[in-house]
């Protein structure tokens, strides 16, 4: 029979293990929403930092794209290479100067989108002043970029330490990433194609070889005939578009026409198309001229349809279409002679902030559950953020619906202020009286 003192021992142990249990259950759960409140108001705190990163991420992405429609038109080049010939407002290199060839590598294509976007990122941020004019405290660092193409992609990286100071919340962001659907590797190789069928002809233009290139990848092309022997090709890649718009490929070659006795004078010649511009909702207009006769003009462009027999432009640019755009034009006559020119069309849209309409005093009872749905508009149909100025719930940052139920501690008169912002980082605030009682 145990003693008494083994039994005393017993039961010690026992009260000790149900005492640590006890204290165990009464703390942990106490901890666990501790821990819950500060990862949720963690979470909060950062809500704020959404429109900016949006914004941010948004112009990144557009100046890639713009920047590859640019380096399209310049046979992969940003930075004017040694060897090129001015055409409009931009350049096309040589690649094939008589029995020499330069075409750049994948490589140096990445580092010359990298370049450009370094060189146009702000101009589409403009010191983000929309967001500073709302309060925002910012903080730029010198940005860097990244670009890598493959098969399917174009994979941007850029590292831009943000700091974003408001209300004494002080968030930085760093990194940003995009990408954006394109076969590169179709237009490298089609390149490599072009070059061997130069190679086998040096001073002649390839023509049949080109023609069965452009069957086999399902592309089209065009080819210009310039003074002092200068023949510029244009390739144009139907099922590769940055954006909606067929991609093009422009670059040269120099021949020695002196052992080439054809006369490739020009026919058909198109007068230069400067820079345009035009907005959204208006009409724009343009009358493309061109010197031959009985001449046919034709677009490659979802924008617009020109008028075949005027060369007339007539469209009303929509929000969607806002941005810059390459266009590829030409004129035709009845033998078959024609001439192409690319212009740059920048569509801008006038951006108005958005709206939120009268919002009534809310009146709430602790415990009972409480569902507002904030109504707001944008002239633009932008995507809108929403924000708040309270702790006594968290807004639904994409939908603007407020959804929370009131706890006895939080009886009082509150005056809410509701924030809605555009994707361009234009505001409006409404106030409304919310009473718990």
């Known amino acids: 029979m145990p003693s ?33 409140t500060q990862v949720e108001e963690s979470q909060n705190s950062q809500l704020f930092i959404i429109p900016i990163q949006t914004y941010v991420q948004s112009c990144f992405q557009n100046t890639a794209r ?17 060897d090129f010939v001015e055409i409009s407002y931009h350049f096309v290199p040589i690649f094939f100067n008589f029995l020499n060839t330069t075409i750049p590598s994948i490589d140096r294509m990445e580092k010359e989108l990298e370049d450009y976007i370094q060189d146009y990122i702000d101009i589409c941020l403009d010191n983000l002043s929309d967001f500073r004019a709302q309060g925002y405290v910012i903080e730029l660092a010198e940005p860097s970029f990244n670009v890598t193409f493959t098969e399917r992609n174009i994979v941007l990286s850029m590292v831009y330490p943000i700091t974003i100071i408001q209300d004494n919340k002080r968030i930085e962001i760093n990194q940003f990433l995009a990408s954006i659907p394109f076969n590169s590797n179709l237009i490298y190789d089609t390149i490599i194609e072009f070059k061997a069928e130069q190679e086998k002809l040096h001073d002649f233009i390839p ?48 021949y020695n026409w002196t052992i080439f006795p054809k006369n490739l004078s020009k026919v058909v010649t198109l007068d230069f198309i400067p820079l345009q ?81 009268y919002i009534q005093p809310q009146h709430l009872k602790p415990g009972e559950h409480f569902e507002f749905q904030i109504d707001a508009t944008d002239p633009e149909n932008q995507s809108l953020f929403f924000l708040d100025n ?20 939080q009886k009082g008169t509150y005056n809410i202020n509701i924030t809605v912002v555009d994707y361009k980082g234009l505001s409006y605030t409404r106030d409304f009286e919310m009473v718990i009682s």
Do not use: C, W
Request: glycine share 8%; hydrophobic share 40%.
């Open 4 to 36: 008494k003192r083994g039994q005393i021992a017993i039961f010690l142990v026992v009260g000790i293990i149900i005492f640590i249990v006890f204290i165990a259950y009464s703390i942990i759960p106490s901890s666990i929403k501790n821990l819950d």
């Open 66 to 82: 713009d920047g590859m429609k640019l380096l399209g038109l310049q046979g992969g080049y940003y930075h004017q290479p040694l």
């Open 207 to 254: 023509i049949g070889g080109l023609t069965e290139i452009a069957h086999e990848n399902n592309i089209s092309f065009s080819v210009n005939y310039l003074t002092n022997g200068i023949v510029v090709y244009t390739l144009i890649f139907n099922n590769s578009k940055v954006s909606q718009e067929d991609y093009y490929f422009s670059f040269a070659g120099r």
């Open 277 to 357: 511009e035009a907005y959204v909702d208006y009409e724009y207009y343009y009358k493309v001229k061109a010197k031959g006769d009985s001449l046919s003009f034709y677009d490659y462009t979802y924008l617009f349809n020109i008028n075949q027999t005027t060369g007339e432009i007539f469209f009303t640019p929509t929000n969607t279409l806002g941005g810059k755009h390459f266009v590829l034009i030409g004129a035709r006559d009845s033998q078959g002679n024609y001439d192409e020119q690319a212009f740059q069309l920048v569509i801008k849209d006038e951006n108005n902030p958005p709206y939120i309409k």
């Open 390 to 409: 309270t702790n006594l719930f968290n807004i639904n940052i994409h939908t603007g619906l407020i959804n929370f139920t009131p706890s006895v501690s």
